[in-house]
């Protein structure tokens, strides 16, 4: 059976050495006062819910799946969902980052992302009842009427409503600008939609006594593409003057979808018959609107597949240790033993190896963005707000999709690791790589993250926002640089830096001539983007580690001697693969569209 341990050291380790939290509240008013103890608290009573309260359901959640009345239209969640959900709320943990004019606590986002990375170790498909709510609250928080926010916010922000996103139809994914459900205005100021949505998760369940649904649609004068598009909001049940619920409103579930992983959510095919739902923002200015959401759910994402990396972590592991098969090359290493555990060997450590750095790294990544998102909305110097949305804005792409491809790297992997067994349900490491291979696909495919980083990111503004972050890197190796025991960090990572300007000006170039040429080395260049970011993130761990050594002297840390081990893998092992991936997105366009279609 599968187990989870919440890696609260580790986590404390990216809050309080490496990023040092606590230090930039200080300059928020809003989170002056949220001192260390106070996240440790946090994080560990969050550890304890994830770890024994939804933990338990996920393997049982997985085998169950939800059910859909097709008479009533009610989906039945798998057994245990719904009382979790109940102590989800019971606990405040919904409205943990939550503003506290509707009921919020108003701690920092990064505190409320390091939660939701436990969560999704203990159990992905639940989380995203709850998660998709906060992309909800956002979008609602920033665009909605006062009514609206009066409305819908407290609920939200208590986890008594649960809230969607609806984009998706049958006939268009992300080319939003192809819908079709339509919304008609009525003399009471509301509007009447019809159409179809797909792939909506979370869309209909029994944990939540009101689903708020964000629904994008088009109005009788709407002009044709993605400028024609208005968001509305359509809740399962209307929403009485005083807040009480009143009847059913025209949404309901036609369908569930049949997947390969995340069973136990409901990804519901949703129609729309004469629903009554509210106008949010400008008529046709529905896609900024919407973006709030979007943009959430792609950093939510990318805490997803952390979570999995994690979680299959552990397991391998564990079962590393524990499983014996063959001798070591150069001898046994458990002479009492019929063989040697598997961990003695070599590849099952580099694959080990593998998932603890991406994990690590994936993890030192998302506390950083969480607090540029803190700046961006919470600083009082605009200039800080300003940098911190650009930072925010260039690392969420690289979050969504590095990542999510990393998820399926590691998860896949720690399957490997169990040999045959891995492929068994009952040790629960097939799920884990059904449940990540999602991750790559939704809030827009990893190729979409990858377009939008290299198009519109870098090269739209000339490279303005990636020049920011490379300054900080910049000025991390040149402080670093002198110290002869960081040379083996240092040293790889202004490289890469090096090579990042010189591809992106290559490939700018290139896109002048030709802007399918950003569209056939996108999906590469991300992937080396991703690198450098790691590779900034490892060096620093690198430092914190070698600086407390230094400080314990003949009694290290064993943590700290693993860090220092696990960058010197990511260096060694994992940062080379960009040079493949330099040459291929290099290679260009040719190669791609010299064939004719026909010969396809």
């Known amino acids: 059976m599968p187990q989870y341990n919440p ?80 102590q989800y709320v019971e606990g405040g943990w919904a409205a943990l980052s939550c503003d506290p004019a509707y009921g919020g606590q108003g701690l920092p986002h990064v505190v409320n992302q390091c939660f939701y990375e436990m969560l999704n170790s203990a159990n992905q498909a639940w989380t995203m009842y709850p998660g998709l709510s906060h992309g909800a609250y956002e979008s609602l928080h920033a665009h909605g009427t006062p009514e609206q926010k009066a409305t819908y916010l407290p609920k939200l922000s208590s986890g008594e409503w649960t809230g969607t996103m609806c984009l998706t139809e049958p006939h268009c994914g992300t080319d939003l600008g192809l819908l079709r459900t339509k919304a008609e205005p009525q003399a009471d100021g509301t509007y009447k939609l019809n159409g179809a949505k797909i792939f909506i998760s979370a869309g209909e369940h029994d944990m939540a006594a009101n689903i708020i649904h964000l629904v994008l649609a088009r109005l009788p004068d709407a002009p044709s593409g993605s400028k024609g598009i208005s968001l509305f909001i359509v809740p399962k049940f209307h929403v009485n003057a005083d807040g009480s619920l009143g009847g059913r409103n025209g949404i309901f579930c036609a369908g569930l979808e049949h997947k390969m992983g995340i069973t136990s959510n409901a990804t519901a095919q949703l129609v729309l018959e004469d629903a009554v739902g509210t106008l949010v923002g400008q008529p046709h200015k529905g896609l900024a609107a919407m973006f709030v959401m979007m943009n959430a759910a792609r950093l939510g994402v990318g805490m997803q597949s952390l979570g ?54 994936g993890r030192a990544l998302c506390v950083h963005t969480a607090l540029m998102l803190d700046q961006e909305l ?53 799920q884990y790589v059904r449940d990540a291979r999602i991750n790559m696909i939704y809030e827009g495919t990893n190729t979409i993250q990858s377009l939008d980083l290299l198009g519109r990111k870098v090269l739209a503004d000339n490279g303005k926002k990636l020049k920011a ?132």
């Open 378 to 430: 919470s600083h009082p110097d605009e200039d800080v707000r300003k940098a911190s949305a650009d930072e925010v804005a260039l690392l969420t792409p690289i979050i969504k999709a590095f990542l999510t491809d990393n998820g399926w790297i590691a998860t896949s992997h720690c399957m490997q690791v169990f040999g045959g067994h891995g492929y068994i349900r009952e040790w629960g490491m097939e």
């Open 7 to 86: 890696p609260l050291r580790d986590l404390q380790f990216v809050l309080h050495e490496l990023v040092q939290v606590t230090e930039t509240f200080k300059e928020m008013p809003a989170h002056a006062e949220v001192d260390v103890d106070t996240v440790n608290a946090i994080l560990e009573e969050g550890g304890k819910f994830a770890a024994q309260v939804v933990f338990p359901l996920n393997r049982s959640g997985d085998e169950e799946g939800c059910t859909l009345d097709k008479t009533t239209h009610e989906v039945r969640t798998p057994k245990g969902y719904k009382e979790a959900y109940a």
């Open 469 to 600: 972050f490379g300054k900080k890197i910049a000025e991390f190796v040149e402080e670093e640089g002198i110290r002869e025991d960081m040379q083996e960090f240092i040293n790889p990572l202004a490289d890469i830096g090096d090579k990042v300007t010189k591809l992106t000006t290559e490939l700018g170039m290139k896109a002048f001539g030709n802007p399918d040429e950003v569209g056939a080395a996108a999906v590469d260049y991300l992937r080396v983007v991703g690198h450098l970011v790691f590779a900034y993130f490892w060096a620093r761990m690198a430092k914190v580690a070698l600086d407390k050594l230094k400080e314990q002297g003949a009694n290290p840390d064993p943590f700290y001697v693993a860090k220092l081990h696990t960058a010197r893998f990511y260096f060694a092992k994992l940062l080379p693969e960009t040079a493949s991936l330099i040459r291929t997105a290099r290679a260009g366009l040719a190669p791609l569209m010299a064939m004719d279609e026909a010969m396809f």
């Open 308 to 361: 999995l990396t994690e979680v299959a972590y552990q397991n391998a592991v564990a079962y590393a240790k524990d499983r014996l098969q063959m001798r070591a090359l150069s001898g046994p290493k458990a002479p009492e033993k019929a063989a040697d555990p598997i961990i003695v060997h070599p590849d099952v450590r580099k694959m080990l190896l593998t998932a603890r750095a991406y994990a690590e790294a």
